[in-house]
């Protein structure tokens, strides 16, 4: 396998992270996750966008984003599969441990790798997955897409050793996201999703889907919304780049009223859009 790592493609074997690196050390690194349909880079500048949003707000020193993308493409030559994910991280670099930032010269740390993409099985996603609820006790600024993923990481390990799917996250009786989507709920035919704040990641996807619900003639609403309002939803859904549009069947053991009606006709039309570009 092969990737990209500051400025070179090499082969995975030959990368090596330095014990220095800040990516390592402190979680110093954020990243973007690309859906790729058949060669096409998916939302790319939307990916771009919020990736130089994070770096800005960590004060990260000039990163020139324009050569991931030809890098990506390099990558992308190497795997056929019709679908295929791409990842991109970027840490602050190398230096000899300390809490403050390196000097502005030290040049960050940049990976990009591109796997093939293992869709979930078709009966699942027309069946709907099921769910739990967990406390979200994530830091404040989960809006910034950093590699600190532990919180996520050990929500989604709970509900796999429940048998579930995913982890829908809660701070204060207010659904948040899943561990690693977007979370929507459709309520007499009006979808509802939590609006952008600092407490969730704005995903690529949610945006998308929006966009695609206006077109749709579908009518959103952009409030948090609770778990009892979630339960009582007539469908609920998670969105995401790998996750795209998935349908939940189940919250805590509890049945939502329908599955996939409003989930599969956002899903086509993402799968329509996808495969315009
Ligand atoms: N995760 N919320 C969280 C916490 C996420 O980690 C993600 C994406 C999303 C959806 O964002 P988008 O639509 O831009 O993918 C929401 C990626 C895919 C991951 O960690 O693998």
Redesign the pocket.
């Known amino acids: 396998m092969l990737a990209y790592f500051n400025g070179e493609i090499l082969a995975a074997e030959q990368i090596a992270i330095s014990m220095d690196d800040r990516g390592f050390l402190f979680g110093d690194a954020l990243y973007e ?1 690309v859906h790729v349909y058949r060669g096409q880079l998916f939302a790319w500048d939307l990916h771009m966008q919020r990736l130089g949003q994070g770096l800005a707000e960590l004060r990260y020193p000039d990163v020139r984003l324009e050569g991931l993308k030809a890098a990506a493409v390099a990558l992308l030559r190497e795997v056929e599969d019709e679908e295929v994910l791409v990842y991109i991280q970027i840490s602050r670099g190398v230096q000899p441990r300390s809490h403050l930032f390196p000097g502005p010269s030290t040049p960050p740390t940049v990976l990009v790798w591109a796997r093939p993409l293992v869709p979930l099985d078709a009966q699942v996603v027309a069946q709907g997955v099921s769910t739990v609820t967990a406390v979200d006790d994530r830091w404040a600024k ?1 809006w910034i ?1 950093t590699v600190g ?1 532990l919180p ?1 990481v050990m929500a989604k390990q709970a509900a796999n050793d429940q048998g579930a799917f995913d982890a829908i996250l809660v701070r204060d009786g207010m659904v948040t ?6 979370v929507f709920i459709v309520e007499a035919g009006v979808l509802r999703t939590a609006p952008v704040t600092n407490y ?2 704005p ?4 945006h998308i889907v929006l966009e695609l619900a206006g077109e749709l003639g579908m009518k959103v609403n952009l409030r948090p919304f609770s778990v009892a309002e979630m339960m009582n939803a007539d469908e609920v859904f998670l ?4 996750t795209e549009v998935l349908a939940v069947r189940e919250v805590d053991g509890h049945a939502i009223r329908r599955v996939g009606a409003t989930s599969q006709k956002l899903l086509q039309a993402l799968h329509r859009r996808a495969n315009q570009i």
């Open positions: 996750v989960v897409k993923l996520n996201e899943s561990t690693s989507a977007n969730i990641l995903g690529i996807t949610r969105t995401g780049t790998t």
